[in-house]
């Protein structure tokens, strides 16, 4: 990898890595009560964490492979939202007082979608300024 390869990558990609362990750490942290249990307040919470991520990630791939198409892109950043989310959802399963579950996954899924695609809107905004 070259150096301007490197710094490209560095620059569009390391954002995604960090806020991958931003998840994981929040992730770690055990016995986590959240508000308003009894109406799954906490799949609310999945999809506003993983928009940044769909985001993040969907700002990667536009800078860094510029020929893929707007479809592709949104279908990347949902497959890698789902896979995250069941990376984070098998780790939750082994930290005391945390659970499992495909709810969850589907809305890590949809945030990371959600993400992607304000991603595409905003870069539509900034190439009509």
């Known amino acids: ?14 954002p995604v890595i ?9 992730s770690s942290v ?5 508000p308003l249990q009894e109406i799954q307040f906490d799949k609310f919470l999945h ?5 940044p991520f769909g985001f ?18 949104l279908g990347a950043v949902v497959l890698a939202s789902f896979l995250y989310g069941i990376s984070d959802e098998i780790h939750q399963s082994f930290v005391p007082g945390r659970n499992a579950g ?11 979608a959600a993400g992607g695609f304000g991603c595409l809107l905003f870069l539509e905004y900034i190439k009509n300024r």
């Open 1 to 14: 990898m070259g150096n301007q390869n490197w710094a490209k990558f560095q620059r569009f990609w390391f």
């Open 18 to 26: 960090l806020y991958s362990g931003i998840i994981f750490y929040v």
């Open 30 to 34: 055990p016995n986590v009560k959240t």
């Open 47 to 51: 999809i506003l964490a993983y928009k």
């Open 56 to 73: 993040l990630f969907a700002w990667g791939i536009y800078h860094t492979r510029s020929s893929v198409s707007r479809g592709m892109l």
């Open 102 to 112: 495909i709810i969850d996954i589907i809305a890590d899924t949809i945030g990371g």
